[in-house]
């Protein structure tokens, strides 16, 4: 029987409805298929109840979902909250149909995440991009500077909105509350993709989140750093610049029609507990990477990502004055039992959540510590982050790309042709090329640079990239 061991039900209107249809056993005659029979492919479908005929009636009478999101919206300080089931991806493409329309222009970061990258493609919108700074001493991407921005906007006043992915992927923090106040300057919404960010603003010690630093709209993910399922995740939006009716019609034709309940269950419990808990929980797992930061800068050549500007629940390692291959301190990581976010030559990155303690952190500090001396070498230079350095040259719109006559050439015959194709090394998605851009030659030297880090390129049709799909 399912539990609700923090009492949270009472302030939970969808975990409530989730509990209630284990506690009562309905023999159903709705989808899912297996009709809650564990017998059949056994427990992998424990859980599965549907929001229509499931947390709700199918007439959604009970609006239990709508309580659930004006509970949020509340928590957040936001005019509209809306859960996914479909994660981040699926909030930054309902936020791209909202922001305008087939030909319309927008200003993008770079840090922006493949998911909103084709979000431009569905609402046919065309980006101007800015880059983020690079901090030398690490390769790393700063934020986007909000100087950079108004550049963008300046030479391009008819931009309809201005979209940034903040934190970074590493967990460096920008400016947002400066870019809100340039975009707002030239009349554009400020939107921020915050997948990575749904504590902020929970603890004294984390940066406020992006709508209380003056954004417009934001997506979280609250699989990431908070108790949920996979796949959860929220879009909030203030409804001053934000056109509340278009934003909700954007959630509904890019969301499935047969949500999983206990997703959106566990993303009601996720915000119940961060209400009620979150302070308390996250300065647990704060005091706890305090300790592993303060252990492995006593490690050689290690530099560790921290101080202002960075997401002081992320743990982000640089590894070059280490000599070791952060491949390798994977593989040993994986044999511990220890899988990390990412890892590639230079950089691990360790996502940290409320769950965390110092057991937890205290294991990985010992296996990391322990994995780069075995794997010590001589200190390295530090090389900048090849997905932050290729400067895009835009021939067509994303839209127009990827609807294009293609043919696959290989790759070394690619140069100068137009992709049609999004290529990004992964994680953190962020693309390298994206449909409409021209190969270029730095572009074609990142990739082999990120290849040669031991980082996976993804999404192109090729898995090898011998080939790459171009515009005939």
Known sequence: MATDPRGLRGDAPL?????????????????????????????????????????????????????????????????????????????????????????????????????LLLGL??????????????????????????????????????????????????????????????????????????????????????????????????????????????????????ADRIDAARLDAGVEATATTSPAGAILASTDAARALLERDGEALLGVALDAVRGARQRLAEVEGLVVLGGDGVDPLKLTLVLPGTGAHGVRVEDDLLAAGLPVEAAERDTLVAVVSLADTADSLGALVDAVTDSIERHRGAPRPVAPAATYAVEPVSVMTPRQAYFADAEAVPLTEALGRVSVELVAPYPPGIPVLAPGEQVTAATLAALDAARAAGVRIAYAADASLQTLRVAR
Not at 42 to 52: F, I, K, R, S, T
Not at 148 to 156: D, G, M, N
Not at 201 to 211: E, N
Not at 216 to 223: K, L, R, T
């Open 15 to 115: 975990l409530d409805a989730w509990l209630r249809f284990q506690e009562q056993r309905p023999t159903p005659f709705t989808i899912p298929g297996h009709k809650q029979r564990h017998d059949l492919v056994g427990d992998v479908v424990a859980g599965d109840v549907p929001l229509y005929a499931g947390l709700d009636t199918m007439k959604l009478s009970g609006g239990v979902l709508a309580e659930a999101e004006a509970r949020a919206a509340r928590l957040w300080g936001a005019d509209v909250a809306r859960f996914s089931v479909g994660g981040a991806t699926h909030a930054n493409q309902a936020l791209a149909l909202a922001l305008g329309g087939d030909g319309d222009t927008v200003v993008v970061s770079r840090t922006l995440h493949r998911s």
């Open 121 to 238: 493609v569905v609402a046919g919108l065309t980006p101007v991009w800015v880059r983020p700074e690079t901090d030398p001493r690490t390769g790393l991407p700063l934020g986007v500077a909000p100087a950079s921005v108004a550049r963008a906007l300046e030479a391009h006043p008819e931009a309809r909105a201005v979209l940034v992915g903040d934190p970074s992927y590493v967990g460096t923090v920008g400016d947002v509350a400066g870019l809100a106040g340039v975009a707002h300057a030239h009349g554009a919404p400020l939107v921020v993709d915050a997948a990575w960010a749904a504590h902020f603003g929970f603890h004294p010690a984390l940066p406020d989140h992006a709508l209380a630093l003056g954004a417009d709209a934001m997506v979280v993910s609250a699989h990431k750093t908070l108790p949920a399922w996979s796949q959860a995740a929220l879009v909030l939006a203030r």
